[in-house]
Nanobody
């Protein structure tokens, strides 16, 4: 089993920045480089939506249109950690952010394709 633990959430004013971290651990975790990693978010009353994802090496990244140019996903496989740098935050970015992992050779954007999930971290953006 693989455990994912997010951190770094909090409250920020519009235009501010936050960096989320996702630490992976577990008996079956050989190396984070075996997993495609993604970030999703869910606001109250809305479905969970794709935010960003990175290939196993981190060389290829994908973003939703709503965060492209403002958010950056990165990963440090040696530290078994994935990051989401968020800048120019908007009130509509407020949500619970989830880290997710999947054993795959391709990068998925659908939440249903991910095998492992963290418990989420709250991001609040005030206008």
């Amino acid at each position: 089993q693989v455990q994912l633990v997010e951190s770094g959430g909090g409250s920020v004013q519009a235009g501010g920045s936050l960096r989320l971290s996702c630490a992976a651990s577990g008996r079956t975790l050989s190396t984070l480089s075996s997993y495609v990693m993604g970030w999703f978010r869910q606001a109250p009353g809305k479905e969970r939506e794709f935010v960003a994802a990175a290939s196993r090496s981190g060389d290829t990244t994908y973003y939703s249109d709503s965060v492209k140019g403002r958010f950056t996903i990165s990963r440090d496989n040696a530290k078994n950690t994935v990051y989401l740098q968020m800048t120019s935050l908007k009130p509509e970015d407020a949500a619970v952010y989830y880290c997710a992992g999947m054993v795959s050779d391709y990068v998925a954007r659908r939440a249903s394709e991910y095998d492992y999930w963290g418990q989420g971290t709250q991001v609040t953006v005030s206008s």
